[in-house]
């Protein structure tokens, strides 16, 4: 009997020091990052069988049980790979949010500064210190796009430095899952039944960390490693094999850099930005794709549609010097990169040029050779099969696409980026103030002998094709009218005659001359018999600011977006776009932590450490100790006493 008790009491010692040893580490993890609690799960030893029963042999441990919540934990896995994606994407879409908002440093102060220097010429157009004026405020709107999208780019080759970083962090994760997945997998053959807990706790650690950085999956494998997924089912880690990941620059672009994966069998691709999604790398990407490359489109957009239309309006003017007005703008070029791997077959050079200025879209696209002379372009900003199956020349959204040199492969591919570069690129092509083309190259008149009260408008033109300019009067344009016939006879330009019957349209009756650089005027009054216009080259036209105030006119027109907004107005629209962006970041960021916070809590409750729990079973295991101590001493007392007995 005292033997027996002896036992029982050895075996109650043990439970209460391994409770206690137990309840000792959970305390001394208490703050340590991803421990979950332990506990000492007791069994009762195998009773023995007596003639009146079964008398109990005590206890014995039957495991160290880690309290863990699979469900809890993979909610707030899901909850901080979210919350990193956020605020990886909110720290870098808001330094672009600053720059373009910025009330000094955005390009609004210097497009207001431009047109009002143009708006000076037109009110002085002879004034040569107004030209300059105006001139070197085109000068400084270059720069303020040149500054603009060297800050863009700086932030690019940020996010590209930082996905080298992310990328390199992964993979330091992927090196020690795999390690201590052989440590787990050592352990569990030392003991199949029982679990290392504080390497799990670790190895789930590491796991959680890896998410911070990209949303990654852990599969749980028959000997107790874990294997990790990431994107769609890229393997990460298979038990202790890695599958390194790799930032490289993209074949399309060497500029950008993308993320691939180490395959299976050797090698490695580039995986799609949209299977990267979570973690501080998914916000990276997601800020590049979604914030970075169209604010910077659509900037270049303004910038070339600015060029293009404002040149355009230009060339249709006069100078001081009586010359036709050249390019203000130096107008930027869509860039076309062909892919560098693998190589394309074929031959061919794409050239792209801008066609319509106001159907540009922020937009970049793929071009690609189908075999036998034709292509199918993809709008990759929202994936749609613009054309297929055609040949070359083709034009849309603004833009015109041939095949300027050679011949195309199938397979051969090209990314176009019609705008990406513009506002890096556009410039100022005049020096000289006298080169800005103030007056309108044509001017009409009234005949000298008119009776009537006949008048013509000063007129418009839309090209300089068959301009009256030579010098006068070779290249005059009569109208003399005919009251018998109601009609003007044309002498010069187009010739032929213009119906006008001053009894019904009197009131002014508007003509053009297609040929004559597409001229538009309009006749009005009753011109007596005999009366004449002329229309002629505009030799003196120093004070004529009919071109200038076109120009001006176009800081209210509609010139982009299909025709929608003005170069204020697209500016705008960026910029509530961005900031639009961001202040959603922010707020789902902070819903998202709250989220976190949730879920944490959740999971605390259930597996983190309570320190008054601990101190509670602190007592308790004193308490047990001290009883089987006592269990022990009586047990002696009592095989002292046989022992006497025997004597």
Do not use: C
């Not at 919540?69 to 994407?89: H, I, K, P």
């Amino acid at each position: 009997m005292g033997s027996s008790i002896y036992n029982i009491g050895i075996t109650g010692l043990m439970t209460a020091q391994a409770g206690l040893a137990t309840t000792g580490h959970n305390i001394a993890n208490a703050a340590t990052p991803g421990f979950n609690r332990q506990l000492v799960v007791p069994t009762t030893n195998t009773p023995q069988l007596f003639g009146r029963g079964y008398l109990g042999q005590g206890t014995t441990i039957d495991t160290i049980q880690r309290v863990y919540n699979q469900f809890l934990s993979s909610q707030v896995l899901t909850a901080r790979t979210g919350l990193s994606e956020l605020d990886a994407y909110y720290a870098q879409i808001k330094q672009v949010d600053d720059l373009l908002a910025d009330q000094n440093a955005g390009l609004s102060p210097a497009l207001q500064t431009f047109f009002s220097g143009v708006n000076q010429v037109s009110n002085n157009p002879s004034s040569l210190p107004a030209r300059q004026s105006m001139l070197s405020a085109a000068q400084a709107l270059a720069a303020r796009f040149h500054s603009l999208d060297t800050r863009l780019n700086e932030v690019r080759d940020g996010v590209d430095a930082q996905i080298a970083g992310v990328v390199t962090e992964i993979n330091s994760y992927a090196s020690q899952l795999a390690e201590i997945n052989q440590r787990i997998i050592n352990a569990r053959a030392a003991s199949s039944s029982q679990n290392p807990n504080d390497l799990l706790d670790q190895r789930d650690q590491l796991i959680a960390d890896l998410n911070t950085k990209i949303r990654a999956t852990a599969v749980t494998e028959s000997d107790g490693s874990y294997s990790v997924f990431i994107g769609n089912g890229q393997p990460l880690v298979i038990g202790t094999q890695t599958f390194p990941m790799t930032a490289t620059a993209a074949t399309e672009d060497s500029s950008r850099s993308v993320v691939g994966i180490t395959l299976g069998g050797g090698g490695t691709a580039a995986m799609p930005e949209s299977l990267l999604s979570g973690g501080e790398l998914g916000g990276l990407l997601k800020f590049r794709s979604e914030s970075l490359d169209p604010a910077q489109n659509s900037l270049g957009r303004v910038a070339l549609v600015l060029a293009e239309t404002f040149n355009s309006q230009h060339r249709l003017g006069q100078d001081l010097n009586g010359a036709l007005g050249a390019n203000l703008f130096t107008a930027p070029t869509p860039a076309v990169i062909t892919r560098s791997s693998p190589a394309y077959a074929g031959t061919a050079v794409i050239g792209v040029a801008t066609a319509t200025p106001a159907s540009l879209t922020a937009s970049d696209y793929r071009l690609t050779a189908a075999g036998a002379g034709s292509f199918s372009l993809i709008r990759l900003s929202d994936n749609v099969t613009v054309f297929s199956g055609v040949g070359l020349p083709q034009t849309v959204d603004g833009l015109t696409l041939s095949v300027s040199a050679g011949a195309a492969a199938a397979g051969d591919s090209w990314l176009i980026q019609p705008t990406r570069n513009a506002a890096a690129n556009i410039g100022v092509a005049l020096t000289d103030a006298r080169s800005i083309a103030a007056a309108a190259p044509v001017r009409t008149g009234a005949g000298a002998d008119n009776l009537g009260s006949g008048s013509i408008s000063a007129g418009s033109v839309t090209t300089t094709t068959g301009l009256p300019l030579a010098a006068s009067p070779g290249g005059d344009i009569t109208l003399a009218f005919d009251s018998t016939l109601n009609q003007f006879t044309v002498t010069g330009g187009p010739g032929g005659t213009l119906a006008y019957n001053p009894a019904t349209e009197g009131a002014g009756k508007t003509f053009s001359f297609p040929t004559v650089g597409g001229f538009t005027f309009t006749l009005a009054g009753t011109p007596n018999d005999g009366d004449s216009f002329v229309i002629s080259r505009n030799a003196s036209g120093v004070t004529d600011n009919r071109n200038a105030l076109l120009l001006g006119g176009l800081q209210t027109a509609s010139t982009l977006a299909g025709g929608t907004a003005s170069y204020q107005s697209a500016y705008a629209q960026i910029v509530s776009s961005v900031g639009n962006k961001t202040r959603e970041v922010e707020v789902t960021a902070a819903a998202q932590e709250s989220m976190l916070q949730e879920a944490k809590d959740a999971q605390q409750s259930a597996s983190g450490v309570n320190l008054d729990e601990e101190a509670a079973n602190l007592l308790r295991y004193q308490q047990l100790y001290q009883a089987s101590g006592k269990m022990i001493e009586i047990a002696g007392k009592l095989f002292d006493q046989l022992l006497e007995m025997g004597r």
